[in-house]
């Protein structure tokens, strides 16, 4: 695909000379719709505010959540978060 303008910097040139060698392909119908559906869930999450939540746990409950955290190399408020993400995504009525 020959163009008829200019490219903006090296990197646009670069970018259209792959193109012309063929380099780069078109991605399927499907995998598009795929990445789009991913793409527009992420704007979402990205958008979601955060509310806060307080609650009374156990101290031996407290201990073992900050002890799995740890394992993972998270936060223990990152890894409620996530179970009740989880929970809440999956569940079946």
Do not use: F
Not at 43 to 62: C, G, Y
Request: charged share 35%; aromatic share 4%; glycine share 4%.
């Amino acid at each position: 695909m020959k163009t008829i303008y200019e490219p903006l910097d090296g990197e646009e040139r670069e970018l259209m000379d792959e193109i012309d060698s063929g380099e780069w392909h078109p991605i399927s119908s499907k995998k598009r719709q795929e990445l789009l559906e991913l793409t527009k869930k992420a704007a979402i999450n990205s958008q979601t505010k955060s509310a806060r939540m307080n609650i009374r746990l156990t101290e031996s409950d407290m201990i073992s959540l900050k002890v799995k955290a740890t394992e993972r190399g998270i936060p223990y408020q990152t890894l409620v978060t996530e179970l009740i993400h989880e929970y809440l995504a999956h569940k079946e009525d």
